[in-house]
């Protein structure tokens, strides 16, 4: 049924509707929201990492002029506990505060200064405790537990294979990811209205309504009918908006006063306010024939998931069941940690375990490929999965994965030339630190795997109505889901799909909000998949009622209208000792290859050029999808040389976008994507999530890269100068250079 | 707050005076963000921006004298050709849209080690002019800082303007950053030839408390070079200045970078920017 003729439908570069008013700065983002007789609410947050609370005093907060509510833990509703996966983490802290910057008290004032110097008018007593910091400290029982059932959210055990393995050729490596920020555009932010009944109506940025209502209805105490929340503009996500910030504590202050509540974080809050990405410590070792076939990985991964569980357990099964690669390994023997230390909490961002699992992987065949004298991309042709390849899981992967021609599409791009005299073109940029001295060339190569859609039995669908009516002797159509636009393209998509099932022009995208029923999480790079098969389905039942006759003709005596719940393939949980089983509904590949030059004296990178290639399928969006591989390569390449909260004992030392550095313009280069469209039959349309591969591949082919350019290990990401001029450092320190100090 | 308006410099001195707490504000690059993360609340704001006389330049007898509130863009566009050392470190604050904002003269308010342009007026023996209802006074720069963003204007004065003599020899800034736009610096230098007078100015940023001249590496060229017949460097001359210049560095470890990696990177800074310059002058 499906049909070309009307304009904009699929694989068409349809134009966002929010484009152009972002560009011109007149998007309405949620922190813009507004309402007659508001209140603005302000957060009290731990000073210390791990403390027991000894005392809270309000009255002086409360005696302030203008504020109308100061709130503790005793004021919480319902349930004092909530969370993603595990409800393991207080709305407010009661008896124990575990990281720094934890929620402990609200204040709901008329003027968002007053209620910040109330905020600053409580009184809390703090014991302050040692922090757990240690990632394998707390894996292995080395540290005082944190929570109820000890420091391990979870462990998971792959086994795949003969175990008793060796090889002509060994390669071992321990690498480390730093911590990462989503650093999404827009803080956390929302609007909180109270209804007369008692029921109360939340204007929100987030990246799942229904996740967010089934928590927020818990802590409030209220059935799921009496919290109604609607999508408002959202300045980004990445994983950063799957955890609840301010949705419950502006609710409570709402109930509380009765007055709409206004909540918006502030950059250096918005740092304490969202879960980042897992820092990791992984253990890799790599056996292979002197002929370069992989034979074996052992390998051991730490992923710090901070002071509560968040998604952690997911980010586990991620790292773990993609933790070879897109490789063949005939035995695999791979365990990952996932625990709580007095950290900041982590959870989603985009790559969710994968991208560190990548790091590591891809670093390991570069240094495979340097012990067995073979060319890295030779290398990694040999070993490259391809349909009907089995994962570490035993998991058949039974679609199109061109790994080996991605990889191929990358490295016979011609390479760019020599950087011009520009300063732009420099490392060290118009800083003016070099203009062509100490400047080394490199040239590195990665492969990346993800899965796309929620995995491991979770039960993971969407839920779409469409209607078809004339209007004005035309039919249009309008589309309503609860899945959340963050700035990925949702709308357009749903569009296109829409105008190409149903031939109509006109398509009419209604509010997210929870008025329907579940759409899941814009996460996982599932919303095309999962909420695109919804609609299409609601589609294509309007067109079973047609009865061959056409649309108009139908749509003169009513409307139609068609409710979907829809659900991609089913998933299955993990065996518990093995690890094996069909985990994943769907992977997704891609392959960079990254031309740096570093100035090898100072340690300064400029990335050149970036190559990608990446099958998604089908492009519903091509521009939407190039615009995705874009963006998820700029935040690998910031992880690769820029990017991290530096934590000491616990804390954050660079809450701000002074310390905490994304590339710019003068630092992301241009790109040259290839797009590969070879349909997953098991998917809408054949289409593959597009969002996330880009995130696993650019970052070790940067590091490889800077590899390349300088023959050092570097071991850990973000590559920092420091590490690229170890040995100048050590001359600083032998000849006493630093005693002026 | 109280937001304090003069539309003359006359007047925004008696302001001053009868409230020395006021906090100046020109382009608010700094200021502001100071109040929207509340590490500061100031009784008051001394707003600077209609006071005519601060944003304009004058050219005479070889000097450039140029006022507090003069944008870092009108800087770079209408004295980049006679002041390239100041232009090159102005065109490394920031983005476009805070070079259309921040000024000199806020540079010089903060006195952060870290401010860009120190290094540069430093190096060219650029002179502070400072007013209160009770004169004007001037102050060289090297005598401007005195701490961690603590320079030695009273509570009473403002920046005026800045007088700097146009150059006659070849002038470089460099900085380090860890991104390649719009980065605080992790350390700093700036390189000023003086021809005329048969000698060199030099001063680094981001590496002490204050940002700092090297005279002992600004005497070693002074007897190295020779300025009637220049001839290209030597590597131990240029080495031995690196050294120099590092020496007189104090750094710390922060966030942004070490100690260590602050001392080798002005080495390196101080031989690249001499190497630069001298070619330049040779050229000549």
């Known amino acids: 049924m499906t049909s ?5 439908g699929i694989g068409t570069n349809v134009v966002r509707p929010d484009g152009t008013l972002k560009v011109r700065g007149e998007f309405a983002y949620s922190s813009d929201l507004w309402h007659e007789n508001m209140l603005w609410g302000a957060t009290l947050r731990s000073p210390h990492p791990h403390a027991r609370i000894t005392s809270i005093d309000i009255a002086s907060a409360l005696a302030l002029p203008g504020v109308y509510a100061v709130l503790t833990h005793s004021d919480v509703p319902g349930e004092n506990q909530y969370g993603l996966e595990h409800p393991d983490q207080p709305v407010l802290a009661s008896t124990v505060v575990r990281y720094e910057g934890e929620p402990v008290a609200l204040v709901a004032a008329d003027h968002p200064e007053t209620a910040r110097r109330a905020v600053a008018l409580i009184k809390v007593g703090y014991e302050v405790l040692t922090p757990v910091v240690d990632v394998e400290d707390a894996a292995h029982g080395r540290a005082e537990p944190l929570h109820p059932n000890g420091n391990v959210v979870r462990h998971l055990k792959i086994r795949r294979g003969p175990q008793d393995v060796s090889a002509d050729v060994v390669v071992s490596g321990v690498y480390e990811v730093g911590m990462q920020d989503q650093a999404f555009l827009g803080p956390e932010s929302g609007l909180a209205v109270p209804a007369d009944d008692g029921s109360i109506d939340l204007f929100i940025a987030t990246q799942s309504l229904h996740d967010d209502r089934r928590q927020v209805a818990v802590a409030l105490g209220l059935p799921l009918a009496q919290v109604r929340l609607t999508l408002s503009g959202v300045g980004g996500a990445f994983g950063g908006r799957e955890d609840l910030s301010m949705q419950i504590h502006a609710c409570m202050l709402a109930l509380r006063t009765g007055r709409p509540i206004k909540m918006v974080y502030n950059r250096e809050e918005s740092f304490y306010g969202h879960v980042h990405r897992h820092p990791a410590r992984m253990y890799y070792e790599h056996g292979a024939t002197l002929d370069g076939r992989l034979v074996y990985v052992k390998a051991r991964l730490y992923l710090d998931g901070g002071a509560y569980a968040s998604s952690t357990g997911a980010v586990v099964i991620n790292a773990s069941t993609l933790g070879v690669g897109p490789y063949d390994v005939p035995s695999v023997t791979l365990d990952t940690w996932g625990v709580y230390t007095n950290n900041p909490p982590c959870g989603a961002m985009r790559g969710f375990g994968a991208v560190q699992a990548g790091f590591a992987y891809e670093s390991q065949m570069d240094k495979l490929a340097a012990a067995l004298a073979m060319d890295p991309v030779e290398l990694r042709t040999l070993n490259a999965m391809s349909q009907g390849s089995l994962m570490p899981t035993g998991q058949v992967i039974d ?28 490392p060290g940029g118009v800083s003016n630190t070099t203009h062509g001295e100490g400047v080394v060339r490199g040239v590195g190569y990665g492969l990346g795997i993800k899965n796309v859609g929620f995995s491991a039995g979770f039960d993971d669908y969407s839920t779409a109505r ?45 509010p997210m909000d929870t008025s329907i029923g579940d759409g899941g999480s814009s996460s996982a790079s599932r919303q095309t998949y999962v909420t695109g098969g919804a609609v299409q389905e609601a589609c294509r039942r309007i067109l079973a009622r047609l009865d061959g006759r056409p649309l108009a003709d139908v749509l003169a005596g009513q409307e139609l209208d068609e409710l979907v719940e829809w659900r991609h393939r089913p998933t299955f949980p993990l065996d518990p000792e093995t690890g094996q089983g069909m985990a994943h509904v769907q992977h997704a590949f891609s392959a960079h290859r990254a031309v740096v030059d570093v100035d090898v004296e100072l340690g300064l990178v400029k990335v050149v050029e970036l190559v990608c290639a990446q099958d998604v399928g089908r492009a519903i969006n091509p521009d939407g999808v190039v615009g995705q591989i874009q963006g998820a390569t700029a935040q690998s390449l910031g992880l690769a040389v820029m990017e991290e909260i530096l934590v000491s004992d616990g804390k954050i030392r660079n809450p701000s976008f002074t310390d905490y550095l994304i590339p710019t313009m003068l630092d992301m280069p241009p790109m040259v994507v290839d797009v590969l469209e070879n349909p997953d039959p098991h998917a809408p349309y054949g289409l593959r999530g597009a969002g996330e591969p880009a995130t696993v591949s650019a970052t070790p082919a940067i590091v490889a890269a800077i590899r390349a350019a300088t023959g050092l290990a570097l071991p850990r990401i973000p590559v920092r100068p420091e590490h690229l001029v170890q040995e100048a450092l050590e001359e600083v320190a032998q000849d006493g250079l630093l005693g002026g100090q | 707050m109280d937001f304090l308006r003069p539309t003359s410099l006359a007047e925004a001195l008696e302001m001053k005076a009868a409230d020395p707490a006021a906090v100046p504000i020109a382009g608010g690059t700094d200021v502001m963000v100071e109040l929207n993360f509340d590490h ?39 004295l980049g050709p006679v002041l390239p050392g100041l232009a090159m470190a102005s065109r490394t604050v920031g983005s476009p849209q805070i070079r259309n904002r921040g000024t000199v003269g806020g540079n010089l308010g903060t006195a952060s ?38 320079s030695s204007l009273a509570a009473d004065e403002l920046i005026v303007a800045v007088h700097i003599p146009s150059a006659t020899g070849p002038q470089q800034f460099s900085k380090v950053g860890t991104r390649n736009a719009m980065v605080i610096a992790v350390c700093a230098f700036g390189l000023a030839l003086h021809p005329a007078e048969r000698r060199v100015g030099a001063a680094i940023g981001s590496a002490a ?46 966030v942004r970078g070490t100690a260590a990696y602050r001392v080798h990177a002005l080495s390196v800074l101080a031989r690249r920017t001499l190497t630069w310059a001298w070619q330049e002058y040779s050229a000549s």
């Open chain 2, 113 to 150: 080690p870290a401010g860009d342009t120190h290094p540069v007026l430093l190096a060219c023996d650029a002179v502070v002019e400072v007013a209160s209802v009770r004169g004007r006074r001037m102050i060289p720069a090297a005598e401007f800082y005195v701490g961690v963003k603590r």
């Open chain 2, 40 to 78: 500061r609340r100031p009784e008051a704001l001394l707003d600077l921006t209609r006071i005519e006389e601060l944003t304009g330049w004058s050219s005479a007898d070889g000097r450039i004298t140029f006022g507090a509130g003069l944008p870092y863009t009108r800087l770079i566009d209408e």
């Open chain 1, 466 to 510: 469409v209607k078809v009516s004339l209007v004005n002797g035309e039919p249009v159509a309008w589309v309503h889901t609860a899945a959340a636009e963050v700035g990925q393209g949702l709308v357009t998509v749903l569009q296109q799909i829409v105008r190409t099932e149903l031939d109509v022009s006109t398509v009419t995208v209604a």
């Open chain 1, 4 to 8: 070309t003729l009307t304009q904009g």
């Open chain 2, 209 to 254: 408390p204050t940002p700092r001249r090297v005279s002992a590496a600004e005497d070693f060229l002074a007897g190295e070079l020779d300025w009637d017949s220049p001839r290209p460097l030597t590597d131990s001359v240029t080495s031995r200045f690196g050294e120099l210049v590092a020496s007189a560095a104090s750094p710390i470890d922060d």
């Open chain 1, 399 to 426: 679609a199109p994965a061109p790994v080996a021609e991605l990889l191929r599409l990358v490295s016979v791009k011609p390479l760019p030339g020599k950087a011009s005299d520009s300063l732009t073109d420099m």
